[in-house]
């Protein structure tokens, strides 16, 4: 796999997990591996297959655009993309980019987002070899079953790959919860958790100099959703079964001095939700969501002299939603996407500026209409590498973004606000990379600070009772962050080599709305102020150990830091052995991992218990 040109130049400057460490961490999905990176936090809503969404330097996932292989995964309804669903067995590099990008390979929508997720796949590239194939299964606690199957031809100038991926756990573990001066303890039930995915990539070069992609894939999961452990009764069956098709295709032509990319996306998902219990006059709920999204647009970078690029691009997107809950009507959403840019580099110094245009309307069936309008700046200087053995860089960067209302804030039964402005952020930020290198050792240092403000903030205050909410526009928070992270590697001789992974992230993310109310100065929900990680492993020739730390200070589940509303802090052990063996002169790796090894009980989500001591075994298989 040979990863663009413009992402191999980024692989130092933005964090990165590569897929030696994938392997290693042996994640069960995006969600999972991105908590190894400093500044993001994942709300997560249990174990496998649970609701995992993101929070990159305190900003909400709204603000965070999700690009696979060179697509956005858009998802107007909830506007936030489901990290739990996304497999991380077929990731060649994972980037969270909060600075400066110019990369033809991003949608220009995602240009106006507070920061982005950029994944590539092995399936969704060129590669010199002529056949590739990659595999691997796992088998664990909880009934955990997992295969992945990709194989991949090359014909000359042309590229086929299809894939298939099963996943399957039932998902009953045991916890303790700790209420007050109670102890909780019980088994987690109607949590089974079934996914099947499958895909087929084709791309070519039709010219010297243009490649065309193309790229279809369908994924289906059925899965038991358990409450909150202080509601929770077996007689709780509520399902929910999802299914999307994707469809992609994208033309790149590289001209003397222009590159230029086309590309567009088509999506259709159906999620279907059940609730047997339900106390109202039918005694259950039988609830259909349908979404459709159209994404078309062409995006460039040309260089006008050896020291100055322009890049720009223009978008469309579509989406729409019906259900067949009342109330919520057929919403539907127009969106135009604007960018224009520079790059300057002059002595020592990279200038890199740009501006994006949003222009949105909304229609409903009831009769609702509303065009929105925005331009967000952003502008980033940057020093090349100074003192030239010990590879320092200074980065300094402004981007203001915002984040539209979704559908459901907009529209849904009891909650929706026809009328809320988009929630907007203005994003301060300095940081210094170091990046020394020795034959033996090599190092990369990263530090942050950054300050960052969310106008317009969009929350859910309850009206005429707890169970009756309403989406406003009322909050205002101030965040003040930083975060350190270090990541070396040192190989003593030809046998013995280890590698250590460190990281720290400081965030003070406070309301500042209203000086009267009593959660002024108070951290923001589910934002801890300390979050911490470490890995180390050492190998000798083809075996190895590895141990990962992770960890969160306390939590708020509300606004108001108070006593009852903590959420106590964790940290997680996780130990793993590995290795290789060669079979008929094919290489095999495997693994065995005991995953929060002293047994921790905790929830990130206040009352969604996560899984205590389990263990996975792992093996995978690659051919070139």
């Known amino acids: 796999m040979r990863v663009s040109d413009s992402s ?70 909830t506007g936030q993309v489901n990290l739990g669903a996304i497999q991380a067995e077929n990731i060649e590099t994972i980037q969270a980019i909060t600075g400066a990008q110019k990369n033809v390979h991003i949608p220009v929508s995602a240009h106006a987002s507070g920061s982005i997720l950029l994944i590539e796949t092995f399936e969704n590239s060129f590669s010199p070899e002529k056949h590739q194939l990659r595999f691997s299964t796992k088998v664990g606690s909880f009934g955990q079953y997992d295969t992945y199957l990709s194989y991949k031809f090359r014909l000359r100038k042309l590229y086929l790959s299809v894939f298939g991926k099963y996943r399957y756990a039932y998902g009953t573990y045991a916890f303790s919860l700790q209420n007050g001066q109670n102890s909780y303890t019980g088994k987690r039930a109607n949590n089974r958790y079934e996914e099947a995915s499958t895909g087929i990539s084709l791309g070519g070069k039709l010219t010297k100099n ?25 007689n709780s069956f509520q399902t929910l079964k999802i299914q999307t098709h994707r469809a992609q295709t994208a033309y790149l032509h590289q001209f003397k001095k222009l590159m230029l990319r086309f590309y567009a996306a088509g999506n259709f998902g159906e999620m279907l939700y059940h609730d047997p219990n339900y106390f109202n006059s039918a005694g259950e709920i039988h609830a259909s969501y349908t979404t459709k999204n159209l994404q078309i647009g062409t995006n460039g970078n040309y260089r006008l002299t050896e020291n100055l690029d322009i890049f720009g691009g223009t978008e469309q997107q579509i989406s729409s939603l019906e259900t067949t809950v009342s109330g919520i009507g057929k919403p539907v959403r127009f969106a135009h996407f604007s960018l224009l840019g520079f790059s300057y580099s002059f002595a020592k110094f990279q200038l890199t500026s740009q501006l994006t245009s949003q222009l949105v309307q909304d229609q409903n069936s009831f009769g609702f209409q509303k065009n929105r309008a925005a331009l967000n700046p952003f502008i980033q200087l940057e020093t090349n590498e100074l003192f030239r053995k010990k590879r320092l860089k200074l980065i300094a960067f402004y981007r203001n973004s915002l984040r539209m209302p979704s559908f459901n804030e907009l529209y849904y039964s009891s909650i929706g606000n026809n009328f809320l402005r988009p929630e907007q952020a203005n994003q301060f930020s300095f940081g210094m990379l170091l990046a020394p290198k020795t034959k033996k050792f090599a190092l990369l240092a990263r530090s942050n600070v950054y300050y960052n403000q969310v106008a317009d903030k969009i929350v859910a205050i309850p009206t005429k009772n707890l169970f009756i909410w309403s989406m406003q526009n009322i909050g205002k928070v101030a965040i003040f962050g930083a975060e350190a ?140």
């Open 8 to 77: 191999r130049r980024n692989l130092d400057r933005v964090l990165t997990i590569r897929r030696a460490q994938i392997l290693e961490l042996q994640p069960e999905d995006v969600g999972q591996l991105l908590q190894k990176m400093a500044g993001i936090q994942i709300k997560s809503y249990g174990g496998l297959g649970g609701l995992k969404t993101i929070s990159i330097r305190s900003l909400g996932g709204q603000h965070t655009s999700c690009v696979v292989d060179g697509f956005s995964i858009l998802n107007s309804q």
């Open 485 to 624: 992270s270090l990541d070396a590697n040192y190989s003593f001789n030809e046998k013995w080599s280890c590698a250590t992974l460190l990281n720290y992230t400081l965030q003070l993310a406070q309301d500042i709305t209203d000086r009267e109310s009593p959660t002024y100065g108070d951290q923001i929900a589910y934002i801890p102020q300390h979050a911490y990680n470490a890995d180390f492993s050492v190998k000798r020739k083809k075996i190895g150990f590895r141990w990962s730390m992770y960890g969160n200070s306390l939590r708020y589940s509300l606004n108001e830091n108070t006593l009852a509303n903590q959420v106590a802090g964790f940290t997680l052990h996780d130990l793993a052995i590995f290795g290789s063996f060669t079979l008929k002169n094919q290489a095999f790796r495997w693994q065995f991992s005991c995953k929060n090894a002293f047994n921790s009980s905790y929830a990130i989500v206040r009352y969604y218990v996560m899984p205590g001591r389990n263990y996975l075994i792992s093996l995978n298989y690659a051919l070139n």
């Open 210 to 234: 243009g490649t065309f992609t193309f790229q279809f894939r369908s994924e289906t999961s059925d899965q038991e959703l358990p409450g909150a452990v202080i509601l929770y009764s077996n």
